[in-house]
């Protein structure tokens, strides 16, 4: 019988929500917690890296991962923790703006504006019917079935129509609309856009965006702190009504309670081994919700030869997706002299790309870039990109909500087993996606076990999180409710 480690809060993740956990378990004055982490960083998704090489010869530090603070505040209103994580930090950023925007297809420069334009409108028009079928007890369905219902209906050789559409959503959501849930896509658009704030402010600066979350860290672990264990691989769980036991690859630990934070897609590919068996609804509820992937590629190239826009858009012909998106961040003000630009791709054509070599894809992207900019521009003298669909702690990059889901349905992957917990951004419901989201949720858990360990009586009754073992469709509306991680008012 193998002896385990004990502590009070095994903390499965070092990532935005596992740190916030641990942060808010040592502000309510529990420190004997472990924080147990794959990787030999902090931060997660959260992914600064070197790339290039700089005036000094040092490489440029670009995001692999998270790279924008998505809502900010308006007026006194509410604040985005993030941005406020943001300022503490005086993290350096650009503000967002996609009217700063120049417009190609195959053929170089082509106005596709009016597209644009429709397709907001649209978008408007299907977040004022979800509200309406959220407040009424109705039926979701696909963000595609509610785009028809309000006319935008694109062929599919309208490559200007789709280019537009795709910037506009699968662009933010990883999926396309036929893949993504009407209610809970505008639920997560409007908390944050609306109940923040509709900036978005991207970051470059040279100590890489994570530096917030690193710096939160700092507050409550003292250096080289015993608590943090890097470079551990949880492997297994036994969770229990009174207590935890995690496996790793260095050993095992005994809890009164754990908190897990690794993505969806860790917990859909098998990597840990529950013990039990998970109940059929957590199992059906990891299995139900979607891991997008978003794919940065980074090229730099011997000098700037694109337009001072901060957005070059590519309507591919044949191909929606196929690299529509190139970010300059060699700009007046940015990365100037750089050299550096950025390709996004997302969902198949992620996976297509990340599948291949760095030489096929910079073929590939070096087409497009000549149908753009004429065969007289440069190769790049460096391309590299994170493979997040093969990235075996996280196999993504953030989630999505499918068509036809329910908050009861979402509430299943929130609630415990046990004394395991679970957070992360996944298992938020209005800002799952984001940042604020695992930040958010976190927090919550945190706080709530802290609630635990000090309380008398039983408390794993108690606070037992709500479930659905039944579920049924439709959540009635009185339920977007605190107790089901309804944190903030976004339905207006
Ligand atoms: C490419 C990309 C772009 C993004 N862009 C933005 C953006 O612009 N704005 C925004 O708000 N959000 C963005 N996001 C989303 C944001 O990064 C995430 O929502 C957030 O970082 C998730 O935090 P988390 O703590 O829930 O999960 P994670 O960051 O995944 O934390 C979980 C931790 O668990 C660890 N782990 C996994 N498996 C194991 C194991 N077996 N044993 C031990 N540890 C394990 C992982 O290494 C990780 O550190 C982006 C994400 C990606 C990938």
Redesign the pocket.
Known sequence: QETCERTKVAV???????VTAAKSLSDNGIDDFLL????DRI????HDVGFGSGPDGYPYVVE?????V?GTVTGDGPENP?YTLAKKNNITTLFTDQDNTTYFDESGPANYHDAIQEFQDALEKVTIDAGSLLKHNIQDRSFRAALRLQGWDPAKNDSHRQAAEWWLFDGEFAYTPGESSEIFTSVAENATFDYFSEENLFVFDQRGFATIIREEAAEFLVESDSRLRLS???KGVDYRKDSVTVHTNRGCIDADYAIM???VG?LQKG??EFAPQLPSWKEDAIHSFELGT?T?IFMQFPQAFWDNAQYLIYADRETRGYYPEFQPLDLPGVLEGSGLMVATVVNDQSYRVEAQSFEETQAEVMEVLRSMYGPGIPDPTDLWYKR?TQTP??YG??SNWPPSTSLQAHQNLRANVGNLFFA??ATSQEFF??????YFE?KHVGETIADCLHGTGNCTVSDEQQKYPVLTGVTPYNLYNYEHGWFVDTIS
């Open positions: 499965l993740g070092a990532g935005v929500a596992g147990v982490e794959y990787q931060g997660g998704r959260m692999a991962g998270a790279n924008w998505q993030i551990t691989q949880v934070t690794f993505s860790v990597v840990v978003y940065k997040w702690w996280a990059s953030y992360g951004e996606g984001y940042l604020q989201g695992a976190g």
